[in-house]
């Protein structure tokens, strides 16, 4: 079994920065794929990032380039999300996923292991 942890999140003003954490416990071996999600108040809960255990592979949102940044620690079986010049509309609960896939993929469906999520919010 797997379990993921996020931390991280709070209360910041729009233009602040935060990064995000999700560690990784038990049997991680079989894990490739880390991703981000995240789902507001009323709304379906959509991709933010993801990367594959090994850092060669990163994706985005198209929308979200340039103003987060995924990345991984191996070592620590972490994985974070800085996220820069937030804005009223990144309000959301961010939760961390990891899947067995073979390849990176935006669908939440395919992700296995879920954490229990972390709280943005960003005032104007």
């Known amino acids: 079994q797997v379990q993921l942890a996020e931390s991280g999140g709070g209360l910041v003003q729009a233009g602040d920065s935060l990064r995000l954490s999700c560690e990784a416990s038990g049997r991680t071996s079989r894990l490739y794929n880390l991703g981000w999600f995240r789902q507001a108040p009323g709304k379906e809960r959509e991709f933010v990032a993801a990367i594959n255990w090994s850092g060669s592979t990163v994706d985005y949102l198209e929308s979200e380039k340039g103003r987060f940044t995924i990345s991984r620690d191996s070592a620590k079986n972490t994985v974070y999300l800085q996220m820069g010049s937030l804005k009223p509309e990144d309000t959301a609960v961010y939760y961390c996923?990891?899947?067995?896939?073979?390849?990176?993929?935006?669908?939440?469906?395919?992700?296995?292991?879920w954490g229990q999520g972390t709280q943005v919010t960003v005032s104007s």
């Open positions: 996923a990891a899947s067995s896939m073979g390849r990176i993929i935006r669908e939440s469906s395919a992700y296995e292991y």
